[in-house]
């Protein structure tokens, strides 16, 4: 939920905060307005009326995610919601797309490694109508033979072209040695074998599965009186249902260690440069420390200012690019570094990196140096949340996971009470035992 953005951009956000925080705290209310329902068959809505613009967004979440992909058919998550606009007992597939192109409706569906989420744009005269469809295809989608290959066949070709790039290569190979046994070790579109092995009917049983009244959470933010809007979702929503009945075994929810030594791992491509990713235990999305964490990956290799790049590129040349990414999850999460050298470099890179690691918990950080962290990244929170379906996306993330819609507002504040103490103590908790593994010639 919390990507990078231009310094630029950034910057001028910046500005307005230290010249009116009041202001700026008060215009930036997400859940102002925020209605709650929980329909009859279990689903909570979440509805938000904004008239200042005029598309209104739908978010349908869902808290299955291809961590939950059976055991063989990993990536079965990522393929039914690619077969998500494949045709319906009423619509083919070409209908369905020129349906809704006529209304002017935007549709996709996405999967991620925690959940899943149908996601609308449309206008206020063509709501009811987009809805519609979407529960069309929600309740009589029949996944076509000749659609249900194709796009098969696009999936396994597209798991099959991530090695072929290094930067990929890398990051799989990470994950699978971080990880281990615990299925985010896998990408969310899963394993070629995995998707192989999945059957149509597979496909099917799997959306009734994700797509459960009891598994959704519903938001709708943008131009609409509620008043008018609540009875259909009421009637329409509310007497939503699924087939109960689940033939498949979703993946139970698997125990996960941290790496109690380091683990390093060399592959031998034909590339010029060397690719090295080093990486660390990190805490989960929402748990406390990861305030803490989120300023130190900042610091760390968080843009051009950064001392991963200012250290080992700028001042010592030692490298092409370098940088670090928080890589949050519902569950066990890490911090990841990566730098592009030449091969001649790796050792006196990874130095480098394992010493600039070290110093957050040695060192820790000013209360300045947190401060102007701390205000970088509400900015770049607000920036990346002004529309409707980011804000829709938002609201039914924390519903869904249990922290309650309010928190949307309440990440304003998240960081107000990270102390340089916090800032040693998570880096010495955290930074123990890594993970590493190297792309060279």
């Known amino acids: 939920m919390r990507k990078r953005v231009a310094l630029a951009l950034t910057l001028s ?77 009423n619509r083919t597939a070409l209908e369905l797309v020129t349906e809704l192109e006529s209304l002017g409706t935007h549709l996709q569906s996405v999967s991620w490694l925690d959940y899943c989420a149908v996601l609308m ?20 989608s029949t996944f076509p033979e000749a659609e249900f290959e194709r796009e098969r066949a696009l999936s ?51 959306q009734q599965y994700m797509y459960r009244p009891e598994n959704l959470t519903v938001a709708v933010v943008g131009n609409f ?77 968080g843009g051009l200012s950064s001392r991963l790049f200012v250290e080992i590129r700028d001042k010592q040349g030692l490298a092409y690019s370098a940088a670090s990414q928080y890589d949050e999850r519902l569950g066990p999460s890490n911090l990841l570094t990566f730098v592009a050298t030449h091969p001649a470099n790796v050792d006196l890179v990874r130095e480098q990196v394992l010493y600039q690691m070290q110093r957050f918990a040695e060192e820790g950080l000013t209360e300045e140096e947190i401060a102007a962290v701390t205000t970088r990244l509400r900015g770049i929170y607000l920036l990346n949340n002004e529309t409707n379906i980011s804000q829709a996306i938002l609201l039914a993330t924390a519903e869904m996971i249990g922290l309650g819609y309010g928190w949307v507002d309440e990440y304003m504040s998240f960081f107000d009470n990270v102390t340089p103490e916090d800032i040693k103590r998570v880096a010495s908790e955290y930074f123990q035992n890594y993970t590493e593994v190297l792309i060279t010639p």
């Open 156 to 206: 396994m070709a597209l798991v099959q072209s991530l090695t072929d790039d290094p930067m990929n290569a890398l990051f799989m190979a990470y994950g699978e040695v971080f990880y281990g046994d615990h299925p985010y070790r896998y990408t969310t579109y899963g394993t070629w074998e995995g998707l192989a092995a999945v059957q149509r009917e597979q496909v099917s049983a799997w």
């Open 13 to 89: 956000l910046v500005l307005v905060f230290t010249a009116v925080p009041v202001l700026a705290e008060e215009a930036f209310d997400y859940t102002s307005g925020v209605q709650k329902v929980v329909l009859k068959n279990g689903m909570t809505v979440l509805l938000k009326e904004n008239p200042a613009f005029d598309i209104i967004a739908v978010v349908i979440m869902s808290n299955v995610g291809s961590v939950q992909d059976p055991e063989g058919l990993e990536g079965l998550t990522y393929l039914t919601q690619r077969n998500f606009l494949s045709g319906t007992k």
């Open 121 to 140: 744009e449309t206008l206020p005269d063509t709501l009811q109508e987009s809805m519609d469809i979407v529960l069309d295809i929600l309740g009589n």
């Open 225 to 301: 009186e509620l008043t008018e809007l609540l009875p259909y979702i009421e009637e329409s929503l509310g007497g939503w249902e699924t087939d109960a009945s689940l033939s498949l075994t979703p993946r139970p929810e698997v125990p996960f260690d941290y790496p109690a030594e380091d683990r390093q791992l060399v592959i031998n491509l034909p590339t010029e440069a060397a690719f090295l990713m080093l990486g660390y235990p990190a805490p989960n999305t929402y748990n406390p420390d990861s305030a803490a964490m989120q300023v130190i990956d900042t610091v760390l290799g």
